[in-house]
């Protein structure tokens, strides 16, 4: 017991000794200023939003005392690590005057389209500052890129060149062109050209037709807008080319037998191809002039071969009072980047005399309201057409007046096959393709092609009755019947198809054929991104490959 007592007498004793001790103001042994700092900010905390000149950068100072009475922020092109000095050729430091007292706080003066280290620290009067700490670990940031260029006009992108305007006057010094491969092709000193960059506009000139290209806007180093712009397509090949005059508001027989003897003087062909293209945004009525002062058909002379092409800019439309007569030898009449208007033809071919046509083609062509069809065959006379072609279309609300969209369906009509890409069809309101009689097998293909709310009652995708035509789907969406007596195909013939998909609302009362797609039929409104406002991009991304192209989603 005695023991027990003596070991509790010191014990307390040495309790005394440390009471007294942490009394005491200070301790013996002193304090290492080097460790009496200050905490840093939270670095899990440390965040940046940028503009094209600006960093917000937000931190939590949950971490640093109540000694802290600032922040200092360094940002910087070059790494930033804690033995790098402050205040580098490179850097920009922000603080030091001690008004950064709270988070977020925004940087300015920063150089577009550029990468940047930060790192921020506590400072205060009274203790030595905390240690740096570095956003993202010591990663970067990058600022958005700046934006002068203004939005390219149609009417200033040509075959061999783009016009370009940029917020006037400000500081620029240099213009690069690059094709999408990334080569520069172009770099263009801006200081040699001071009225251009006081007006903020420059022409690039000698570009290549159909050419993707990027533009780039420099004031030194410095990025400060980017453009991609596509070059527009080169007028068709043709033995002679010729733009028609603006002054030009129709073409009647006079003015097309003017252009065909033009064509034939300069060739000295009398079997001539001739290429006409029309101005940007203009309209242009085709159809002859008879004598009462009304409209009638125009004719396509024979032996002549042509080509109605939409130039650069908004694109033009032809206007047909009435139908194009076609009648004798012609290897093509084409149809490229136009709107189509039915004003009344209600058939833009409607070929009953005898006629030996290599191709009918339609590239790039819009059409809205087609009453009844737009190519159509018919009477006793021998006509021969060796392909009908549609690509990069766009066909809505055709066939309110009864007939097929293409309709060839009498023992004296030939064509030799008919194919149809790259395009969308809307309210189709009949059926649409009628070869059903005709004295060959026509040889159909279709391919890449969106359909909506198409086939009009009891009437057919393709009637191809008593026919051996071969019929070939592919990489093609049907979405939505126009009634529920919509029919499918009838031939003969194979009917084959290849990553083909119908929506639940594409039924077919008869003569259907399958698709191939295993996925689970949806409703169009819920396959299409807004089908009410006509934008068919495919919303499943496991179908949005599928039909036409221009209704590919892009990728963010």
């Known amino acids: 017991m005695k023991a027990i007592n003596k070991f509790f007498g010191i014990a307390l004793m040495a309790l005394g000794v440390l009471s007294v001790a942490s009394c005491a103001d200070e301790n013996d042994w002193g304090v290492d200023s080097a460790f009496d700092r200050l905490f840093g900010v939270g670095e899990d905390a440390l965040s940046v939003e940028t503009t094209e000149s600006t960093v917000t950068v937000t931190f939590s100072a949950l971490k640093a005392t109540s000694d802290t009475i600032y922040f200092v922020i360094e940002v910087s092109k070059d790494s930033l690590y804690d033995e790098v000095e402050m205040g580098g050729s490179n850097a920009k430091v922000y603080g030091t005057n001690k008004e950064i007292k709270s988070s977020p706080y925004e940087i300015t003066g920063l150089e577009s389209d550029t990468k940047y280290y930060l790192r921020i620290k506590a400072s205060s009067d009274t203790k030595a500052d905390s240690k740096w700490v570095y956003y993202n670990n010591g990663g970067t940031f990058k600022t958005k890129a700046e934006q002068i260029f203004n939005a390219v006009q149609p009417a200033n992108v040509g075959e061999d060149h783009v016009k370009l305007t940029w917020i006037p006057g400000a500081e620029v010094t240099l213009l690069t062109v690059a094709t999408a491969d990334g080569t520069v092709v172009k770099e263009i000193d801006l200081t040699q050209y001071p009225d251009a960059i006081e007006k903020g506009e420059y022409d690039v000139t000698g570009l290549t037709a159909s050419t993707s290209y990027t533009f780039v806007i ?86 002549i071969s042509v080509t ?219 396959l299409f991104e807004d089908v009410e406002n006509g934008d068919f991009t495919i919303t499943d991304k496991e179908l949005s490959v599928l039909g036409d192209p221009r209704w590919f989603a892009t990728e963010e």
């Open 218 to 303: 420099y004031n030194g180093e410095t990025k400060r807008g980017t453009l991609n712009v596509t070059t527009a397509a080169a007028m068709p090949a043709g033995d002679y080319k010729v733009q028609l005059d603006e002054s030009i508001t129709q073409i009647t027989q006079d003015v097309m037998d003017k252009l065909v003897a033009d064509a034939q003087a300069a060739t000295g062909k009398t079997d001539v191809s001739i290429t006409i293209g029309i101005a940007g945004g203009k309209t242009v009525t085709v159809a002859d002039v008879d004598d009462k002062g009304e409209n009638a058909s125009l004719a396509v002379p024979d032996g």
């Open 308 to 526: 109605f092409f939409g130039l650069a800019g908004e694109v033009p439309t032809l206007s047909f009072p009435k139908s194009l007569e076609i009648g004798g030898e012609h290897a093509y009449v084409r149809f490229e980047n136009l709107i189509l208007k039915d004003d009344g033809c209600q058939y833009f071919f409607n070929q009953s005399k005898a006629c030996n046509v290599g191709e009918i083609s339609f590239n790039g062509i819009k059409i809205d309201g087609l009453k009844r069809s737009l190519v159509r065959l018919q009477s006793s006379d021998a006509k021969t057409v060796g392909t009908i072609i549609i690509n990069d279309c766009q066909i809505n609300n055709q066939g309110s007046g009864g007939y097929a969209m293409l309709l060839f369906k009498d023992s004296s009509e030939n064509v030799g096959s008919v194919k149809i890409s790259n395009s969308t069809f809307t309210k189709i309101l009949n059926t649409f393709i009628q070869s059903s009689g005709s004295s060959t097998d026509t040889q159909m293909s279709i391919d890449a092609c969106t359909f909506y709310d198409v086939i009009g009652s009891g009437k057919y995708l393709i009637d191809a009755n008593k026919s051996g035509s071969n019929i070939s789907i592919s990489n093609t969406v049907f979405a939505k019947t126009n009634t529920d007596s919509s029919k499918g195909i009838r031939t003969n013939g194979e009917i084959s198809t290849s990553q083909v998909y119908f929506t639940s609302d594409f039924e077919l009362s008869s003569n259907g054929f399958d698709p191939d797609m295993p996925n689970a039929a949806v409703a169009s409104e819920n």
